[in-house]
């Protein structure tokens, strides 16, 4: 429900920041669920659903109610670095329980999950979840949870403190989506066309700047700490992002910004700072970071910053190099095998545009769009040789 | 066979000077010999491009200096017939004619091997 990036361009890139706009977006798509995937995921979690509220079920009697939350909810999945299984969290919020002591509604979500077979084998206790592993594609977080008050705020059980821990996934998701839309006017048209406040979850092919900058970030992020146990946590970057985003239609101008904002913010800061829920000014979403993790967290946008400028600006002896240089750096950014796969399908479009006639070429040599004011048609050749 | 309308030199250098004001065209003893800077688009270098035509062969074209490195040392680069020359076309009658402007075959053909090439 949400466009805003056209998908056909009419256009070639003509500067840098448009070519890397496309550039990003195709590293985006080809780190998130596929269509196909998503489809599955969706079906899979309505199903889980289906299970925890069926009639005589356990549960039933709580009118469970379960719903996507995080970067399912967000639009900002990104596969694991170096692995095939996606991270994805439901909700399973039931009624008339906070009065309940936190492990007794744990125990009665794992309770009612194990009485159905299927899902027996494949089912994990975590901290706060109950998970379920879908081998080869994906698993799925289940956290149980009550309201807390009637604005989406729901508390959640912690097993090893055993107590009630706050959070509002709804909440949340709604102020991301409002930053997506920071002056955004085409979406707001779009928007007017729609019903439900809260995509139940945004399908893979259409994104805002914001929800492409959390991506990229979540996937530097995993090449920059490699899995170690420092590694910054999503709804971080995800709050920063959001927070020092301005609204720009460009991905990789937004993109720059965000990195900018974060940058000079954090360094006028020398010790850990808090970063608070947006939604919950009492929640510090930094409240695990140290001294050492949060020169690390500097340092990282610190090397994501320059890198991208580089790109953006390169230096003369850079600009000489051609792609080659850009693609290097956009590699360690992102990963070369994304990369790579990513600049064979712009080559792959190239050639498409050429079979069929489309490709123009403009009075400095500089490749165009046919329908380009004072272009003329590149006819079609076939090059020769080895 | 439809009769072609060879395109002479004289003409070819002033197709490729409007089309192309960055490039010098020389004609001497029959062989048109045109330089030109190219840069096919905004991620790209920018290549030093020589184009040599004398009427009744096929259009000849270099990338001058060493602009042009395999991906391996050593290595070959796709589609050329030696380091600096690319191939644009395949060497027969329906892929070039003499009628045709090399402001509008050659040219383009060279600024998309030169895409393909940084590609």
Redesign the interface.
Known sequence: MLLAEPQTHTALPSNRAEWLDRHLVRVCILSELTPTQFRNAEEKYHAVGDWLAADGGLLAVFAPEVYPQGSMLLGTTVRPYGQSEYDLDLVCQLHWCAQQPPLTIYDWVHERMAANETYLEMLEKLKRCLRLNYTGSFHLDILPACPNDGNGSIVVPDRRLECWMHSNPKGFAAWFLERCRLRDQLAERMMKGSVEPLPSAVPSQYKFPLQRIVQLMKRHRDIYFSGGRDIARSVILTTLAGGFYEGQRSLSLALEGVLDGIHYALEAIPTVPRIENPTHPGENFADTWDQAKYERFKSYIRNFRVELKAVLNPSLTEQRMGLEKSTERLGHLFGSGRVNEAIRIEANELNERRNGGKLGIASGGVLTALSQVGSAAVPRNQFFGR | MNRIKTLGIRDQAAWVRS????FRCDVTGGLLTCR???????????YEVVIQYRVGTWPKVYVAGDQLQPVESGG?I????APTE??????SRA?WRSDMKLS??I???????L??Y??
């Open positions: 089309r192309y004001p960055g030109g800077r190219l840069r096919p688009g905004p991620m790209n270098a920018t070959k796709p589609h050329t017939y690319p191939c644009l076309f395949y060497p892929s509008h075959t040219i383009p053909w060279l600024s998309l091997w895409t393909f940084g590609l």
